[in-house]
């Protein structure tokens, strides 16, 4: 499974809209056949920076991503709004989605 989690600092006047702005790349994301996860949250220290965990089935899946009209657009579409340059971590892990945490669960 290809992991990736991006973080993405937006300029103060987007951040409200932010979600909006890239609902439609999220849905498109999403329906892809190799498409795990595409998730998004907002940071409680910094209202204007976004964190994206994402995940694809394998590289295939991961180029087919990169290479969609979706995201190209979307790319156009962030850059109009983002103050900084995105940090990224991408890498390969074993598994096929989420995992249960062992050291946690509810009380009963």
């Known amino acids: 499974m290809i992991f990736i989690a991006v973080k993405f600092t ?3 006047e987007h951040s409200e809209s932010w979600i909006e702005r890239t609902a439609a790349f999220t849905a498109a994301t999403r329906a892809e056949p190799g498409n795990v996860f595409f998730e998004w949250s907002r940071s409680v220290e910094d209202p204007n920076q976004f964190v994206l965990l994402e995940a694809f089935a ?3 899946a991961g180029a087919a991503h990169v290479g969609s009209d979706h995201f190209k657009a979307a790319m ?3 850059a109009e709004a983002i103050a900084t340059v995105p940090e990224i971590v991408n890498t390969e892990i074993p598994g096929t989605g989420w995992s249960r945490m062992a ?5 009963n």
Do not use: I, Q
């Open 58 to 60: 394998d590289g295939d």
């Open 103 to 107: 050291e946690l669960s509810p009380k």
């Open 10 to 12: 937006v300029r103060p």
């Open 76 to 78: 156009e579409t962030m």
